[in-house]
């Protein structure tokens, strides 16, 4: 979404500091010791949506910006970069299929049943298949072995729709509350590891609190690692949030920067209070959460991506998930 440049100068000492900024964390020393599936072996994204089809049956561009106002289940069928000599793509959608309104939760929590998931939860200014091509990248990027899914929400994918989207982001609070339940009530299921990012780790942080509120600590026991990348929440709301999660904030680590020019926007726009994801690391620290400081990684204008376009902060999240599945 945004530029993706790496500070060549500062690779040697990323590693270092980035393992420092977990509060002790240790980086990973060895892979896991099972095999990884991952899309290699089952290329299938797996799509929670409060978008509207395109078309019918679905096609291209497969989702629209428009509100479904029920939550829909689909499958994407992907596509493996090619291995020509002419020269390498990256992954592709292939099709969507399964689409379905019936109990569209249920259906989403069977197809990943038995196995651990990684939910990826988009921000602002994204399309259907922006936000695919952001979940396949950080699943390939980590090297995730279980089922990869998407909770995408209707962003009208333009610059001047931050309102819009904010209104839009809230709006499907509900449905990602019920795809959460769902997903905790069914028998013999992993863990689920979300990795949000933006304005959709404000949507995360309200569908939780519903979740916990409604279901108590219970239906919080499937949830693995939550990953807040760039927060664009209020600093005073998000430590209310993280209050009523109570013990479930430790499961929490939020990638930060100081730096950071689109929260910087949005903190203006927002009469000048401080997001979270831009807030000092010892003020976030002070709520209980793991803290990646990456303040000092960005090469880019915007340095609101980190999590996707540098490697060393792409194993924050690696080294959040593998935690929480201990």
């Known amino acids: 979404m945004f530029p993706r440049l790496a500070r060549l100068s500062a690779i040697g000492l990323v ?4 393992s420092g900024c977990l509060g002790g964390e240790t980086a990973l020393t060895s892979a896991p010791a099972a095999p990884r599936p991952g899309l290699v072996s089952d290329p299938r994204l797996l799509i929670a949506t409060t978008r509207l089809p395109v078309g019918d049956p679905i096609q291209k561009p497969w989702f629209s910006s428009e509100r479904s106002a029920d939550l829909i289940f689909a499958e994407a069928r992907l596509t493996p970069p090619s291995r020509s000599l002419i ?20 259906s989403f929590a069977q197809a990943a049943l038995g196995r651990d998931l990684l939910l990826y939860i988009h921000g602002y200014r ?6 695919a091509t952001s979940t396949i990248q950080l699943s390939e990027g980590i090297k995730f072995s279980g089922v990869t899914g998407l909770f995408t929400w209707p962003s009208a994918g333009s610059t001047l729709s931050y309102v819009a989207d904010r209104e839009a982001a809230m709006w499907s609070r509900d449905p990602l509350e019920d795809l959460l339940a769902a997903i905790a009530k069914t028998p013999s299921g992993g863990r689920v590891h979300i990795v949000a990012h933006s304005m959709g780790t404000l949507l995360t942080l ?23 990348a760039a927060p664009d929440i209020d600093i005073d709301l998000f430590a209310r949030s993280i209050e009523r999660l109570g013990p479930d904030a430790k499961k929490i680590t939020v990638i930060s920067s100081t730096n950071d020019r689109a929260l910087a926007v949005s903190s203006r726009l927002a009469g000048g209070i401080i997001r979270a994801g831009a807030a000092d690391r010892e003020r976030l ?14 090469g880019g204008i915007i340095n609101h991506d980190l999590f996707l376009s540098n490697k060393e902060v792409e194993q924050v999240v690696k080294r959040a998930i593998e935690r929480e599945r201990m």
């Open 126 to 131: 994204e399309s259907f298949e922006t936000a």
């Open 87 to 106: 020269g390498r793509g990256g992954w592709n959608i292939a099709s969507v299929d399964g689409v379905t309104r019936t109990n569209a939760a249920s």
């Open 206 to 228: 309200e569908a939780l609190r519903m979740l916990r509120t409604d279901g108590g600590p219970s239906a919080m026991e499937r949830i693995g690692a939550i990953v807040l």
């Open 15 to 18: 590693g270092f500091v980035l």
């Open 285 to 298: 620290e002070a709520l209980g959460v793991r803290v990646a400081d990456a303040s000092e990684f960005g």
